[in-house]
T-cell receptor, first 111, second 116 residues
Framework: NAGVTQTPKFRVLKTGQSMTLLCAQDMNHEYMYWYRQDPGMGLRLIHYSVGEGTTAKGEVPDGYNVSRLKKQNFLLGLESAAPSQTSVYFC??????????FGNGTRLTVT | AQSVTQPDIHITVSEGASLELRCNYSYGATPYLFWYVQSPGQGLQLLLKYFSGDTLVQGIKGFEAEFKRSQSSFNLRKPSVHWSDAAEYFCAVAPYSGGGADGLTFGKGTHLIIQP
């Protein structure tokens, strides 16, 4: 039972490049989330999904897109990366309400 | 909208001493409350949660937290800290209604340093 798995663990992008972060969970959870973590800012919600085929905006959605084509996967896309998107990205999932189960994070640097 | 305040950015405690990390929330109704811990390079691990009932909740690793509605607080405590407790601690809140589907709101975290 792997829980929540994020790939890749590290990535360096140049400004303007695109990439997709993958989150996979094997707990049959309905709800999935993408957060970003920045020093002194805590975790801020980017987008979330309450089920397969659904997505919704969180607190800081600009510059990101998401898709939930399969229940177990939640993808976070950056179409044109900017230095302000340098951050650590965490995926989480949950069944009905709380608590959230977190992945180990993806450290993204945009130069 | 709900919010969470962790007043202490850094706290230094001697090994074996007691610990209290403060958390205040702003929410109009009864919230779900959580404490998570994050070790360096790791994701967040749930320490404990409060949904309802007994206002003193026990968690993993010897931690406990007390919900005080009158003070809008949910402080985390441990009687005797160990060097392995050095980490970042996050308090979080979710609305009681709506199933919490729109995720948790996190405080900015408290960095705990343990002195030998």
């Amino acid at each position: 039972n792997a829980g929540v798995t994020q790939t890749p663990k590290f990535r360096v992008l140049k400004t303007g490049q695109s990439m997709t972060l993958l989150c996979a969970q094997d707990m049959n959870h309905e709800y999935m989330y993408w957060y970003r973590q920045d020093p002194g800012m805590g975790l801020r919600l980017i987008h979330y999904s309450v089920g397969e085929g659904t997505t919704a905006k969180g607190e800081v959605p600009d510059g990101y897109n998401v898709s939930r084509l399969k229940k177990q996967n939640f993808l976070l896309g950056l179409e044109s990366a900017a230095p302000s998107q340098t951050s650590v990205y965490f995926c989480a999932s949950s069944y009905t309400t709380q608590p959230l189960h977190f992945g180990n994070g993806t450290r993204l640097t945009v130069t | 909208a709900q919010s969470v305040t962790q007043p202490d950015i850094h706290i230094t405690v001697s090994e074996g001493a007691s610990l209290e990390l403060r958390c205040n929330y702003s929410y109009g109704a009864t919230p779900y409350l959580f404490w998570y811990v994050q070790s360096p390079g790791q994701g967040l691990q749930l320490l404990l949660k409060y949904f309802s009932g007994d206002t003193l909740v026990q968690g993993i690793k010897g931690f406990e937290a007390e919900f005080k509605r009158s003070q809008s607080s949910f402080n985390l405590r441990k009687p005797s800290v160990h060097w392995s407790d050095a980490a970042e601690y996050f308090c979080a809140v979710a609305p009681y209604s709506g199933g919490g589907a729109d995720g948790l709101t996190f405080g900015k975290g408290t960095h705990l340093i343990i002195q030998p």
